[in-house]
């Protein structure tokens, strides 16, 4: 009679003694997540919270869309908008398409594939700020590029000085950097396809295009969608190398909305103006990535 009451306790005292240990691992964890929680909370949802409030306040300090009016009516962020959109639609393919390449062709026996994967992933290493100044001096009128195009009787391009070539000279810098950073989830995703897949379809007689097609795409759908919209955002946010290299110039042809952003805020110290173009934006990266996944196939 005694063991039979005396079960409900010791059930009952496991019980708060697995609670107890629940509440410190939590303890335990909230406190090693606690300063990344305070940079999060300071860094991020505070400023961002502020920058709406700014967008719908006007300078009497009253709710109002006079800002999203004035920045509308600007050409000069209109036209930091259309040239933001052209830049994300050369650059977005041509940086996945490379990458994907890249992934396939480095995952195959090829000499010395170790050494090439380490010589595209170097500028990863490299800060946007100095990767920039290292193609500022290539893009010299009497730089390298222009040296090697005259060697081989090419006229020299006028890279970042001409309205025709300067947007284009910043995809190149930014490809530069990023292909090699999202290379490397397409290799990884590619490691992952089982490879009883591709040795089942070379029995079949499968050309390497068709493996590509209907084995590799599909297996690497998922890190696929996470380069897509990751580049996707990233691409949206450039800033450094426009700063260093052209400031938006020649007339406007580099003018990302990041740059007119930070013109707004830090040259004419017109917040209002500046937060609505930041509202504008982060509004533009949310529809294009729902679109994104809407349009990409599958279901999980």
């Not at 409900?8 to 708060?16: A, E």
């Not at 691992?25 to 300071?42: D, I, S, Y």
């Not at 110039?249 to 990041?258: A, D, Q, V, Y």
Request: proline share 6%.
């Amino acid at each position: 009679m005694t063991q039979v009451h005396s079960r409900p306790g010791r059930l009952l005292r496991q019980g708060r003694t697995r609670l107890h240990g629940r509440l410190r691992n939590l303890a335990t964890a909230g406190l090693f997540l606690l300063p990344a929680l305070v940079g999060l909370v300071f860094l991020r949802l505070i400023p961002s919270a502020e920058a709406v409030l700014s967008s719908f306040t006007n300078r009497l300090g009253e709710l109002s869309l006079s800002n999203f009016t004035r920045v509308f009516s600007d050409p000069d962020f209109l036209g930091s908008l259309k040239v933001t959109l052209l830049f994300s639609l050369v650059v977005n393919p041509l940086q996945i398409g490379l990458a994907l390449f890249l992934a396939v062709a480095l995952t195959r026996h090829v000499p010395l594939v170790g050494v090439w994967r380490t010589l595209i992933l170097l500028p990863i290493a490299v800060p946007q700020t100095v990767s920039a100044i290292v193609w500022g001096v290539l893009f010299r009128p009497d730089g390298p590029l222009n040296g090697v195009l005259d060697a081989v009787g090419i006229p020299a391009v006028p890279w970042l000085v001409s309205p025709d070539t300067a947007l284009m000279s910043i995809v190149i810098l930014c490809s530069w950097v990023g292909v090699g950073y999202w290379m490397t989830f397409l290799v990884a995703g590619i490691h992952e396809i089982p490879r009883s897949l591709y040795e089942a379809s070379d029995l079949d007689g499968a050309t390497g295009w068709k493996q590509f097609v209907h084995i590799t795409l599909p297996g690497v759908r998922r890190p696929l969608l996470f380069v897509l919209v990751a580049d996707t955002v990233a691409n949206f946010l450039v800033f450094a190398p426009v700063r260093i290299l052209t400031q938006g110039g020649p007339e406007g042809s580099t003018n990302l909305i990041m740059n007119f952003i930070f013109e707004r805020a830090y040259t004419l110290a017109d917040t209002g103006s500046s937060a609505a173009a930041t509202v504008v934006l982060v509004s533009i990266v949310i529809t294009v990535v729902a679109v994104q996944f809407r349009l990409l196939p599958g279901k999980d």
